[in-house]
């Protein structure tokens, strides 16, 4: 969540920063309910402060034999109006939360307002494959090279699924241990988190409670559980209500998850085979750090993620998004965005995002500074590093041979016995 002081102090400052994502935000009502918890506070510690000094004059009394009955009478009155103050400055208090916690974070000032028709490609690597020769869509290339069986996965699962299948299966995985090294190599812990999560993991992380909806809920686990969307929902919570110290920052992960997300294939041409599913393979790199090393931290994050890109030697293009266009939970974000040749589109394989403070403020999580030892909130980051699910399309559109052929990148060779291309089966 945001600071609320930024609120008290500027409203109509903070109104305008969130019109930039396209949301107006009526702050009056949240200011009215502060001023009412302000006068209960004071009303309840003014009551108890008179309880505690006449409470402290009774034995007093008592002993100069005074009857002090009815002063009994009056504190114990005094009390219950203390209750009934208190009941409703926690019904104003969860108000005041509950509103918080549905505000979005705060995009940072140098992103473009709008939507995502304001999204600023900011890089390129590689050229749009060009063939002389018809090429084949990722779909028509999964089922030729015997990678990929749609129907059978969409019998076990439903549509959004599928199944990998023999190379198929080898490429994935070569894919997720071409990513794992990479991230190792640059010295970040692997972590492999749960994938059931409880209900504190997606409100510490910013999904909840607005998008419930968008995740699979479990409604036979114990307590309220889902499914994770990503492992970020499960490493954000990993310091969650904990103080650490400034010199263990930052602290640098990466997880490997399967995904599962309700939103799924449509029956637009775009969505074909697996650009869009219920569960695919991610692995996704996070930090936490100061805020004095947060953006060096996104700078190394985007780049990581893009030099995977690169290694596979495909072609994509970064983009910064406009404030709109972002998460809710995220102040900034870039997108790296792979070529698919079939749609002559670009399709997200990386978000890589600052939260700031905000997941941080959610989750409770703080670090104590060498300088003051003074408690400050720590900032959260996310790079999906990657999503093989429009990696493994890409791969086989932009590497395809006029012979129906598919050549595997250099770098995953070694995860697949050597192998140099992939061959349509013979039937």
Known sequence: MIDVNLIRQDAEAVRQRYLRRGKDIDFSAFLQLDEERKSLIAKVEGMKAERNKVSGQIPQLKKQGQDVSGVIAEMKALGDKIAELDVQLNEVNEKIRDFLLRLPNLPDEDLLAGGKENNKPIKVFGEKPHFDFQPKDHVELAKSLGLIDYERGAKLAGNGSWIYTGLGARLEWALLNYFIDSHIAKGYEFMLPPYMLSYECGLTAGQFPKFEDDVYQLANADGKKFLLP?????????????????????????????????????????????????????????????????DAAFEEMVGMACGLVEGLGLHYQLSKLAAGD??????????????????????????????????????????????????????????????????FPALLEQNQNADGSVTIPEVLRKYMGGLEKLVPIKK
């Open 230 to 294: 990503t492992a970020e929902t499960a490493l954000v919570n990993l310091y969650r209500d904990e103080i650490l110290p400034e010199s263990q920052l930052p602290r640098k992960f990466f997880g490997y998850s399967a995904c599962f997300r309700r939103e799924a294939g449509s029956y637009r041409a775009e969505e074909r085979g697996m650009i869009r599913g219920h569960q695919f393979n991610k692995v996704e790199l996070f930090q936490y750090t100061t805020p004095e090393q947060s």
């Open 326 to 391: 972002c998460s809710d939970s995220m102040a900034r974000t870039y997108d790296i965005e792979i070529y698919i040749p079939s749609m002559n589109i670009y399709k997200e394989v990386s978000s890589a995002s600052n939260a700031r403070c905000y997941q941080a403020r959610r989750g409770n999580m703080r670090y104590r500074r060498e300088s003051d030892k003074k408690l400050d909130y720590m900032h959260t980051l996310n790079a999906s590093g990657l999503a093989t699910s429009r990696v």
